[in-house]
């Protein structure tokens, strides 16, 4: 069966780095796009960036563009969310989700939680 296992969350200061991944089983991971979302509390799921099968092609929310950077690795199955110059409104409840958006398939998440 369709698994997307995150990991990588935590605490980080405002201004500081984390790296999300996403190890996905159960599918032919190099045949389909995929997608970072979130949820910050008391709201509803956002899409944040997507990248192309291939990992030729990715694309950014505004909200973050400039300061993440999604990437994969077909060889592994793995797909990852660099974080860099983290704000508080990053805050939420990260999903990997299979294909480009926010209404795919995806795991349980990995909460990010940016505070002085």
């Known amino acids: 069966q369709v698994q997307l296992v995150e990991s990588g969350g935590g605490l980080a200061q405002p201004g500081g780095s984390l790296r999300l991944s996403c190890v996905a089983s159960?599918?032919?991971?190099?045949?389909?796009?995929m997608s970072w979302a979130r949820q910050a509390p008391g709201k509803g799921l956002e899409w944040v960036s997507g990248?192309?099968?291939?990992?030729?092609?990715?694309y950014y929310a505004s909200f973050v563009e400039g300061r993440f950077t999604i990437s994969r690795d077909n060889a592994k199955n793995t797909l990852h969310l660099q974080m860099n110059s983290l704000k508080p409104e990053d805050t939420a409840l990260y999903y990997c989700?299979?294909?480009?958006?926010?209404?795919?398939?995806r795991g349980q998440g990995t909460q990010v939680t940016v505070s002085s």
């Open positions: 990248i192309y099968s291939d990992g030729r092609v990715t």
């Open positions: 989700v299979r294909g480009y958006g926010s209404s795919g398939y």
């Open positions: 159960g599918f032919t991971f190099s045949d389909y796009d």
